[in-house]
């Protein structure tokens, strides 16, 4: 009886395809209210083209700890010579009218100059040497923090420069295209075909000439004729590449159709570059900039090592370098030191790049 | 200013032509004929639908229309009066606009919907103040069914038929007159191209617009178009009003296209006769000699190849391009 | 036995942002020599049910339930060089997209043959005359020719008629067409469905055809599939269909189809936007879209129910009507009779 009863039950409610629970209550099948019915409707949160890059790169665990390090080596250059009581081109053994004292020179860490330890016995306190210091008697760690000041200021302003350059040359190139882009490009190709190292070499001899009388008496002195040229030289050198991946962006977003509808609308030539091209260039534009910083640092360090960098008594960490291989032997550390600093900022500076290369254009992830 | 209102037609062109040059290599160079000696015009108020198949040059007459390409030859006028002067055009910028068919591609993804809206009113200054900016956005974004609230939102937070409303927008704020809609809702579900297609016919009856629309969909361009014209291998080779050409379409080119469309109806499907056409579309650089449509033409005969057909009135108010349209010679 | 039965199926994407069901419960049958449409818009699951069926799904998509069977033999979760067996052989696709379809530096010839040998035990020389044939059979003149060239020397249509050669090569039992026709004209539109109706009847295959174009539909199925966000509003032949639609959304999507000018009438659109996948409401997905919708509508998804032998419909406005008629009564549970469904019990 009771399986009969099933069986009528099954047939009559044979609708259901599939399992399937409800409560038929009757005030549950009166129409919704247009109010109701919006509700279920949600807009997902807002994103921002920052937001969102910004969110992919905390998650990366390697970019942060390379801007963790970054933002430690460039407090340090920016604050420690601010305190420090020695400075880069302070010869500690030297005093005006008296003899040099030459226990100063070639400290090793943590060792003092005999008037310092005279101080330390009559109970006062001296700052430490931490590196010890160089054959001139020199504090080390002043100038190595000045040496990583001045590499990171030189890979920075460098890459500004190509920055700009490369920019306006690149998307002048790839938007007014033709005849123009042609001759444009074989003159990139020519400055990519020059050997770099050999034309830097020669241009900041040659420059170094030039700009050294004229410095004198300007702001440029303080940095030098040897640093000018060295930006002189990234300058002239440097933006092809630059240049070769923004024409290439520009190509591509041209033919898109926001541009076509800014055309129509009657925007200016200057105003589309500005406002639709370029902006839709800014990834690979940082991400490029950012590896540009750390070959900039590298070409200055080679050049300081050559001693065609920055002119002495400035250290960089290339010339620190330099110096320390005359007593390579005696003091290791002094070579060893301003090579990590250069391997630390540059790495770091790569990885980062790596970093946002992904958190901004996760297109180009290979 | 007394010389626009008498006017009856919006826009006429004339023989207008535009051929691309293609590189095949180093100095060779081949041309297309994207548009090929193309007349018609639109009057004030009026609907003109532009249908053919991809490549036949609808989007090129659009766009010429709009002076973003350069015509080869022929004539552009726009109430009566051709453009010349850098002027003439940028004030031409003000009274025509367009709405593209990629919803996603026209929006620039690294603006605000509302700096896209108000783009054309920063490039032709038409605000004071910025409040009076915001309000003019906060307006237009109401006109097009946005809620005013997103103008700070980025265009890729949006789904297709509400970007297609954002681009309205923008193509609204200067009040222009025309409007070319190049393949507005080809991209869009079907669900919302009704939505967006009612729009359309609410903002013309709203502000007196004058639209050309371009679209490969027949059923559509015949709902929104007064009138139709239809494009084969850069040239018009019929021309309508939208209900005759649908019904009674006369050049075998249009034939074929209208009973190519599949019905919505399974009964008159089931009934309907086809013509399938043979063949491709030819590439635009080896146009056929004499009626470019003879290759594909199941009623070609001699002549065709040798003379292009011109287009002439074979009906009061209907005109179309085929020898055998032509009044039999005595 | 059916050719292919397909059962609850369910599939999901696994992105950062959660889990986004593209296909959510889809059950349904294929008999030999039918042509199925199932139709939907952007984002309703459509081509990812045909892609599971075949299992090429893109990278986070997963099938995660449900059973998928092919002359009663199992493919979820079946060995993957069986799997790579069926494909091209028992069930093939065709794409939207042709060009992509082909690889752009092997010759037609070539990859039709590699086809050929791949899943047939034919030698090179049977294989070409096979290609040969192929080619004749979707009414491309000159094969001998055409075997010779890369893809890139074909127009669109010619292009998409040797994806349906390829696919037709080893004579599948089932063949799926992805939107064989969405980036074609409107003439070779009507020239490849023509084509593919002939050879339908020809060689008694079966026809899956995806599309979002209703004039497709009416054209080439015999019955339909109506999906929206991952699950099946609505099933039946294509007369009861764009006749007697049952589920709202069927009906707004027939009712959106323009038709004469408009000094006749204004088109009647669905109002609103598509659903967004992430962000599914908990009731019917169309709910927030429908005009009818009623409270129930807003709080639990409707099952699909059966309205006759070959119609359903899972719309609450069905059950509310059923109950009208006395066929369910109110406040009552139906709960589950087995797991393997069929049928339910209150």
Known sequence: MVNDMNENNRQEHKHFLSPFTFHIKADSFIPATEDERRQQILMRESTSFWKDGFRRLKRNKVAMTCIFVLSFLILAVLFVPIFWPYSYDDQLGVTRGQPV?????????????????????????????????????????????????????????????????????????????????????????????????????????????????????????????????????????????????????????????????????????????????????????????????????????????????????????????????????????????????????????????????????????? | MSDYIDHEYMVEVNNLKKYFDIPLGFFRTAKLKAVDDVSFFIRKGETLGLVGESGCGKTTVGRTLLQLYHPTGGQILFNGKELHTKEEIQAFRMKAAMVFQDPYSSLNPRMTVGDIIGEPLDVHHLYKTPEERQARIRELMELVGLSSEHATRYAHEFSGGQRQRIGIGRALAVNPELIVCDEPVSALDVSIQAQIINMFEDLQKKLGLTYLFIAHDILIVRHISDRIAVMYLGKIVETAESEEICDRPLHPYTQSLMSAVPSRDPETSRKSQRIILEGDVPSPLHVPSGCPFRTRCPKAFARCTEEVPLLREVAPNHFASCHLLEPKQE | MSLLEVNSLKTSFLVRTGEVKAVDGVSFTLEKGKVLGIVGESGSGKSVTAYSILQILSHPGKIIGGSIKLNDEELVGANPSFIQKIRGNKVSIIFQDPMTCLNPVFTIGNQLMEAILLHTSRNKKEARERALEMIRLVGINDPEKRLKQYPHELSGGMRQRIMIAMALACEPDVLIADEPTTALDVTIQAQILELMKKLQKELGMAIIMVTHDLGVIVQMCDEVIVMYAGRICEKGTVDEIFYEPKHEYTKGLIRSIPYGSKKESRLIPISGSPVDVLNLPKGCAFAPRCDKAMKICLEQKCELVSLNQTHSSSCWLNIADLIDKGQIAPDESIVPEDKEGGTANV
């Open chain 1, 101 to 366: 004292d030459a226990s100063y020179n070639n400290l090793h860490p943590f060792e003092y100059g005999e008037t310092e330890l005279e101080l330390i016995e009559s109970g006062e306190r001296v700052f430490p040497h931490i590196f010890g210091t160089d054959s001139l008697g020199r504090d080390y760690f002043i100038r190595v923090v000045f040496g990583a000041r001045v590499s990171l200021s030189v890979g920075l302003f460098a890459s500004i420069l190509v920055l700009i350059i490369g920019t306006i040359y690149g998307s002048v190139s790839g938007y007014v295209g033709g005849k123009l882009d042609l001759v444009m490009m074989r003159i990139v190709d020519m400055i990519y075909a020059l050997p770099d190292m050999l034309v830097i070499i020669l241009l900041s001899v040659v420059l170094n000439r030039v700009f050294e009388d004229r410095l004198a008496g300007t702001v440029f002195a303080a940095l030098g004729a040897n640093m000018i040229s060295i930006f002189i030289v990234f300058a002239l050198l440097y933006w092809v590449g630059m240049a070769r991946l923004i024409r290439g962006q520009i190509l591509s977003l041209k033919e898109q159709d926001f541009v076509l509808a800014a055309k129509s609308i009657g925007a200016s030539h200057a105003r589309i570059i500005r406002k639709h091209l370029l902006p839709n260039c800014i990834s690979v534009i940082i991400i490029s900039t950012a590896l540009q910083i750390p070959s900039a640092i590298f070409t200055e360090s080679f050049l300081s090592f050559l001693g065609l960098g920055v002119s002495a008594p400035m250290p960089s960490l290339g010339s620190l370098a330099n110096s320390a291989l005359a007593g390579v032997y005696s003091y290791t550390y002094r070579l060893v030191i301003p090579a990590i600093i250069i391997c630390l900022i540059v790495l770091s500076l790569n990885l980062l790049g790596d970093g946002l290369r992904d958190a901004f254009d996760p297109k180009l992830k290979a």
